[in-house]
């Protein structure tokens, strides 16, 4: 049995510097036919995250409020919509987002497979779970980061959740730090801030005709996003794949002539290093 390691695509010496690959374009098409293939096997994990992440959501408005509905008639009515409120729905939101991060970190660990054209099953949304506390502390980091940009000027708080969207990533795939991926992520984006831009911006349209479609268009879009990013971080940063290499030999004792021959076959089975 041999082992090796293989990097796809580029590094993070190669992202912070600026010379990493990226194509608009090149990433989205990718993407959508990623999607296309690996929905049937995708969908369900990307569902278990986001169903989870809407119970810790309405949890944690039941313990701040005592009913979620007051949170959602207030903010569809307008009525009531009182400053307490506002912020108990940023709060539940918050947490919701740091307390569901391991399977966020799951499913963004599948859409790696996807990037190197592996396989997955829906059981995979639990490999994050070894990652459960760097991937919350990351999380916890990164939103309180990007609620602070939203405060001081919005647009900045929309680059700030662009510049960020590597780091749960990094943090499982490469074993950094949350403050190094969150450095490392920053810089890389804005390396190849008007390529990551454009991505960006088709997604965001894509969600709010997801929207327009009374939600129904996430089934797709949400799957796709997971897809892109993964895309992205194997052209900027790399995927370390493990190959493991088996040779068997058989022997075969039915030959007409009596002697003994022996028939070699190799077998490899290659999947993402840290997925």
């Known amino acids: 049995m041999n082992n090796k390691s293989l990097q796809v695509g580029g590094s993070i010496e190669k992202a912070v510097s600026g010379q990493s690959e990226l194509q608009a374009v090149s990433v989205l098409q990718e993407a959508w036919k990623v999607t296309a293939k690996h929905f049937l096997t995708f969908f369900p994990a990307v569902a278990g995250w986001f169903l989870a992440q809407m119970a810790l959501l309405l949890l944690a408005l039941k313990v701040q409020l005592g009913d979620p509905n007051i949170f959602f008639n207030a903010f569809i009515s307008g009525e009531g919509l009182t400053p307490e409120v506002v912020q108990a729905g940023v709060m539940a939101n918050f947490w919701a987002e740091v307390l569901s991060a391991p399977l966020f970190a799951g499913v963004s660990l599948m859409a790696l497979n996807h990037a190197v ?14 990652f459960a506390v760097v991937s919350a502390v990351t999380v916890l980091l990164t939103s309180s980061l990007q609620g602070v940009g939203n405060v001081l000027f919005p647009i900045l708080g929309l680059f700030l ?3 960020f969207s590597m780091t749960i990533t990094l943090v499982c795939e490469k074993r950094v730090s949350p403050l190094k991926a969150i450095q490392y992520s920053t810089v ?4 190849k801030i008007l390529p990551m831009s454009a991505i960006f911006i088709v997604v965001l349209i894509l969600f709010f005709l997801s929207f327009a479609t ?6 797709w879009t949400i799957p796709f996003f997971f897809n892109v990013k993964a895309i992205i971080y194997r052209n900027l940063f790399g995927i370390t794949l493990q190959v493991t290499t088996v040779r068997k030999n058989d022997e075969d004792d039915n030959d007409d002539q009596g002697n003994d021959k022996e028939n070699h076959n190799k077998e490899e089975d290659t999947k993402v290093f840290n997925a």
């Not at 890389?188 to 390396?191: I, K, M, V």
């Not at 009374?214 to 089934?219: D, K, M, R, S, T």
Request: no cysteine; proline share 11%.
């Open 117 to 130: 054209g592996l396989p997955t099953k829906p059981r995979h949304l639990v490999k994050g779970f070894p």
């Open 161 to 163: 959740a662009m510049a």
């Open 188 to 191: 890389a984006t804005f390396r």
């Open 214 to 219: 009374f939600g129904l268009g996430l089934i």
